[in-house]
């Protein structure tokens, strides 16, 4: 239970996407998931750069993110729900 609670400090603590997207994947295929997936899952879609926690705006951004992400993943391949040639992140 020492390393769960290491894993969760991690995730609190990482910012990196990359990384985030690669412990969700590790932990589906280790067992279904459960707390370890979701954490990382709910700070993956949380980081919004250029916009500052606790606003609406960041709210808006977070849900946008984790619902390209959702559709990213029923469907395969990358999805941007922005405008096109513009990034997400990038009309914060």
Known sequence: MAGHSKIMEYIAKCDDAHKLEIMIKNARKQGGGG?????????????????????LKHEFWTMVHAFEHLLSEENGKPLDLAVPGRRWHEMA
Do not use: C, M
Request: zero cysteines.
């Open 35 to 55: 707390k370890v997936e979701e954490a990382a899952f709910r700070k993956l879609v949380s980081l919004v750069p250029g916009v500052k926690p606790g606003f």
